[in-house]
C-alpha cells in the first residue's frame, strides 16, 4: 500500500475480506500495511452469521466504527492485551491506543465483502477521516468486482496483471467551493505530476492536466450545485511529461449553512490496471465529438445507439432520463416492443414507455450510488431488467451538475465475459452521455415543457376489464412543437358497462394539449355521472363553446356493455371505430355522426348500436394514423383494416404496435385504442327494488333482500348482507328526499349492494363514536363487513355501494 493514500485518514493496515461462494463466511483476500506497521496477521475468515464487526457491517449494509474498547470486546487481532503496553493502576493488561473501522463493499442489491481498516488513534476515525474512507471502500468495491473475485484465490486479467484491490497510489482532498481552494495529499499531486511546490493550493492546477472532453464532468466537482451526494468519475488526465494517465475519483459534497455546499471530501487513485485500449479512448472520443452537436434528448439517445452498439456488440440499448420517480424513456434499440420485458409494455402508452424507479430496485440502488453496474450472465435480476441483458447487463447512470440525470442499459444476449477495463470504460462514457443529456434538455427546454404536459394528460396506464382487455399507443409529431391535442381514455362504468372515447383538438401548441385535458377531464366526468352517451358528448361541446376558445375538437365514445355485447357510439366529427370480427374480417360500420365540439352549441349527437361477439376487436383512432400529405384517408383506413385483419386478436398489444409502426416521421399526433372484447365468463344477476318511504320502509326492503338471496342460494352471509342493506337504506330515507332505488348484483362469488338516491352529498364516515350516541355508526359497520365500500355521483344524485364477499356454492344459481 502506498504510504501516502491513507495518511490523511490515520490508518495503519487495512484488510479486505470477500464473500465466499456458499455466501455464508467471509475470507481475507488482501492486506496492505504501511511500513512501520507490526501487528498480527488478520484473521482469515469471519462467519457471516457470527458476531464480528465484519460481519455486522454486512449484514446491516452500514459502517461500523469501533474505539479499542469496541475492539477489545469483539476480540479483534492487534487489541489483545499488550505486556509492552504495561498495566494499569488496577493491575489489568492494556492494549495500544488504536481504533478501527469495517466497511461493506457493494451495494444493497449485492454484497461483495468488506474493508477492515486499523487507525493510529484510541479516540475513532474523525468525521472527515470516515467520510474519506467510505469513498476508499467505494473504490475497493470496484476492484473487487472488476478483477472477478471469489474467495482469497484471485482471477487474474487477461494480460496476466492481478490487479490490487485496495488503491495502489493516490489520496485524498478536501475542496472549499466557490473558492477553487484545494488541501490535497502528496500523492493525488504525484498522480497529476505536479510537484508539491509548485502547487499553489488553487484547483486550476490541476483541471489544467485534465483532458478537454473529460474537463465538464470535473467541474461538477470543483462547483457542485447538489449537497450529501456522491460523485463518482474516470478521467484523463496528460502528465508534464506528456504522458496519458486514467484516473479514479470518488468524492463526497457536504452542505453548510441554508444547504449550501460547504465542502467537497474526495479521493483519487490510479486506475493504470483499468485502463482501455487506443480503441476504447477513440471510442470515447468520438462518442464526445458526435454528442457535441446534439441539441434535444432525442437526438442524444440516437447519437448513443448509433456509436456504440456496434463497438460493443450490443443486443439492446435503452437511453432514459430521471424525472422525479420514474425512468422516461428517450430510445430504445431495437424499438420493438416484443424485444423488451414484458413489464415494460404496460407502461408502453405513448412511443416509449415509462418506467417506474420503484419496479426496479437495482436500478434505482445504482441511480442512488451513482456507479456502474455489471451483472454477468445467471445474475438473479427483478424481471423488469433480466431480460434486457440475459448473457450480460451493464447499468450506466448518466451524472451530470452532481446529480444522476438518466440511466443507460446496455445488454447481450449471448455471454458477456467483463474485464477490469470494462468498468473504466463505461464510467467514461456515462460522464460523457449525462454531460450531453443535461446540456440538450437545457436547450431544449420548450420542448420538454410541452411533452411533459402531454405525458401528463394523458392516462398513466389503462384498467383491468372484466370481460376483455385494453391497450392504447400515443405517438408525438415529429415536427414543430411536438405536441398535440390527441388524446384517449377507458372509464369503468356502473352495470359491467366501459366508456372508451379518444379525440383530436385542434392545431400542436400548449394550449392544444391544455383544451384536450379539460376535454378528457370532463367527458370523464359526465361518463361517471351515468349520463348516457349522446348527453356525455353533448355537455362536453357545451363546455368546449363555453371556454370561449377558437379551437374545436373531435371525439368518439363508445358505450360498450361488456354483458351483452352491446356497443353505442357516438361521433362528434371524428373517424369511426373498425371492427376485427372473430373470424378475420374487418368492418368500418356506418356511424351517424354530429358536429365537431365546440363549434354549435346545441348541435345534435346520435347513437349508433354495433354487437360484438367474444373475440372482436373494437380500434379507435386518430386522422394522424391514417391520413397525412402523401396519404388519403380512405387509403390509411384500408391499410389499418389489412393491419387489424393480419393481426393475432389473443394479443392487442402486437396488434397496436404494428398499427403505429413505420410512422417514423409524423407531421401530426397518433393515437390508437383498441379494445378486445371477450364476454364474461359468468354473467353477472341482477335484482332492483324501489324502497317506499313508509315507516317499515326497512323492514321491506330486508324482506326483498332475503327473498332475493334466497333464491340465489347465498345463505352464509344472509345476517350479514342483512345488516348492511339495513344501514345503508336507513341512511338514505333517513338523510335524503326523493327516490330511493336498492339493487343487489351477484357476480360469482361477490355480491354488490348498491342504494342510489337524490341527493348528490357524499357519506362522510364519523371518526369517532361517543359510546352514549345512537347514530353515526352506519358506516363503521359498513366498512367492517364488506371487502369495499364507497360513492359514486349520478345523474340526479349519487349511488352508495360496497361488495361482499360470499363463500364458494356448489348449487346453480337460478336466472332470474
Not at 536 to 563: I, P
Request: aromatic residues 4%; glycine residues 10%.
Amino acid at each position: 500500500m502506498d504510504g501516502q493514500i491513507f495518511a490523511s485518514c490515520g490508518v495503519r493496515c487495512a484488510a479486505v475480506y470477500v464473500l465466499a461462494e456458499d455466501g455464508r463466511e467471509l475470507r481475507l483476500a488482501e492486506v496492505a500495511e504501511s511500513p512501520a506497521t507490526r501487528l498480527p496477521a488478520p484473521t482469515a475468515t469471519y462467519a457471516l452469521a457470527g458476531s464480528s464487526p465484519v460481519a455486522d457491517a454486512c449484514r446491516t449494509g452500514s459502517p461500523r466504527w469501533l474505539t479499542t474498547e469496541d475492539a477489545v470486546r469483539y476480540n479483534l487481532p492487534g487489541f489483545a492485551p499488550s505486556p509492552a503496553a504495561g498495566r494499569s493502576p488496577d493491575g489489568t493488561a492494556q492494549v495500544d491506543a488504536v481504533s478501527a473501522g469495517a466497511l461493506p463493499l457493494g451495494g444493497e442489491a449485492r454484497l461483495l465483502g468488506c474493508l477492515l481498516v486499523v487507525g493510529r488513534s484510541g479516540e475513532g476515525f474523525s468525521a472527515d477521516q470516515r467520510t474519506l474512507l467510505e469513498l476508499y471502500a467505494g473504490q475497493a468495491a470496484a476492484g473487487l468486482e472488476a478483477a472477478a473475485v471469489r474467495v482469497a484465490d484471485r482471477t487474474e486479467t487477461a494480460s496476466g496483471h492481478r490487479p490490487t484491490l485496495l488503491p495502489a497510489r493516490g489520496g485524498g482532498f478536501v475542496l472549499t467551493p466557490g473558492t477553487g481552494h484545494m488541501d490535497v495529499d502528496a500523492g493525488v499531486l504525484n498522480l497529476f505530476g505536479i510537484p508539491p511546490e509548485d502547487f499553489d493550493g488553487d484547483a486550476s492546477a490541476l483541471l489544467e492536466c485534465t483532458a478537454p472532453d473529460d474537463a465538464p464532468a470535473l467541474m461538477s466537482v470543483v462547483e457542485p450545485r447538489q449537497t450529501n451526494s456522491d460523485q463518482h468519475l474516470v478521467f484523463r488526465i496528460r502528465r508534464r511529461n506528456g504522458e496519458l494517465r486514467w484516473l479514479d475519483l470518488r468524492c463526497r459534497v457536504l452542505a453548510g449553512a441554508g444547504g449550501r455546499p460547504r465542502r467537497v471530501l474526495g479521493v483519487v487513485s490510479e486506475a493504470s490496471h483499468l485502463r482501455p485500449g487506443a480503441d476504447d479512448v477513440s471510442l470515447v472520443q468520438r462518442l464526445s465529438a458526435a454528442l457535441s452537436a446534439s441539441t434535444t434528448t432525442r437526438d442524444v439517445g440516437e447519437v448513443v445507439v448509433r456509436s456504440l452498439r456496434a463497438p460493443l456488440d450490443a443486443d439492446r440499448i435503452a437511453v432514459a432520463e430521471v424525472e422525479g420517480d420514474h425512468l422516461v424513456v428517450t430510445v430504445l434499440d431495437p424499438p420493438e416492443p416484443d424485444a423488451w420485458p414484458r413489464s415494460w409494455r404496460a407502461e408502453w402508452r405513448s412511443e416509449w414507455p415509462d418506467a417506474s424507479c420503484h419496479a426496479l430496485p437495482t436500478l434505482q440502488n445504482a441511480l442512488r450510488e451513482g456507479h456502474v453496474g455489471l451483472w454477468p450472465a445467471g445474475t438473479e435480476l427483478e424481471p423488469g431488467l433480466e431480460d434486457v441483458g440475459p448473457g450480460g447487463l451493464a447499468v450506466l447512470p448518466l451524472p451530470a451538475d452532481g446529480r444522476m440525470v438518466g440511466v443507460c442499459l446496455v445488454g447481450w444476449e449471448g455471454e458477456r465475459r467483463f474485464g477490469p477495463a470494462d468498468r473504466s470504460l463505461l464510467t467514461a462514457l456515462a460522464g460523457v452521455m449525462g454531460q450531453a443529456l443535461a446540456r440538450a434538455h437545457a436547450l431544449d427546454a420548450g420542448h420538454e415543457l410541452a411533452t411533459m404536459l402531454q405525458r401528463s394528460l394523458l392516462p398513466r396506464r389503462l384498467p383491468a376489464l372484466a370481460g376483455g382487455a385494453a391497450v392504447a399507443r400515443y405517438l408525438p409529431a415529429t415536427a414543430g412543437l411536438e405536441v398535440g391535442g390527441d388524446w384517449y381514455d377507458v372509464i369503468p362504468l356502473s352495470d359491467g358497462h366501459v366508456a372508451l372515447v379518444i379525440g383530436d383538438v385542434q392545431g400542436h401548441s400548449a394550449a392544444a394539449a391544455t383544451i384536450m385535458g379539460q376535454m378528457r377531464t370532463a367527458i370523464r366526468a359526465y361518463a361517471v355521472e351515468g349520463h348516457p352517451p349522446d348527453v356525455v358528448v353533448a355537455h362536453a361541446n357545451q363546455l368546449l363553446v363555453g371556454m370561449e376558445t377558437d379551437l374545436f375538437a373531435t371525439c368518439t365514445y363508445v358505450d360498450l356493455d361488456m354483458e351483452e355485447g352491446t356497443a353505442w357510439v357516438v361521433r362528434a366529427g371524428h373517424l369511426p371505430p373498425l371492427l376485427r370480427l372473430p373470424d378475420g374480417a374487418t368492418e368500418e360500420p356506418e356511424i351517424e355522426g354530429g358536429p365537431p365540439l365546440g363549434v354549435i352549441t346545441d348541435g345534435e349527437f346520435p347513437m349508433t348500436q354495433l354487437s360484438l361477439a367474444p373475440g372482436a376487436l373494437i380500434t379507435l383512432l386518430t386522422d394522424g394514423l391514417v391520413e397525412s400529405a402523401t396519404l388519403h384517408l380512405e387509403d390509411g383506413m384500408r391499410a389499418a383494416r389489412d393491419v387489424l385483419a393480419a393481426a393475432d386478436p389473443a394479443d392487442p398489444e402486437g396488434a397496436a404496435d404494428r398499427l403505429v409502426a413505420g410512422t417514423l416521421r409524423r407531421h401530426d399526433d397518433v393515437a390508437v385504442l383498441i379494445l378486445r372484447y371477450d364476454g364474461l365468463r359468468v354473467r353477472p344477476i341482477r335484482a332492483r327494488w324501489a324502497v317506499w318511504r313508509l315507516p317499515d320502509a326497512v323492514m321491506h326492503a330486508r324482506r326483498f333482500t332475503a327473498r332475493t338471496l334466497r333464491d340465489w342460494s347465498v345463505t352464509e352471509e344472509n345476517d350479514t348482507v342483512l345488516l348492511v342493506v339495513s344501514e345503508l337504506v336507513t341512511n338514505a330515507v333517513a338523510h335524503t328526499t326523493g327516490e330511493v332505488r336498492l339493487g343487489l348484483t351477484l357476480t360469482g362469488d361477490r355480491l354488490r349492494i348498491t342504494v342510489h338516491d337524490a341527493s348528490p352529498r357524499t357519506p362522510v364516515k364519523s371518526e369517532t363514536v361517543d359510546w352514549e350516541e345512537t347514530g353515526g355508526r352506519g358506516l363503521m359497520l359498513v366498512e367492517a363487513m364488506a371487502t369495499a365500500w364507497g360513492s359514486v355521483p349520478l345523474s340526479g344524485g349519487k349511488q352508495v355501494w360496497c361488495d361482499i364477499a360470499l363463500s364458494p356454492r356448489d348449487e346453480a344459481v337460478p336466472a332470474l
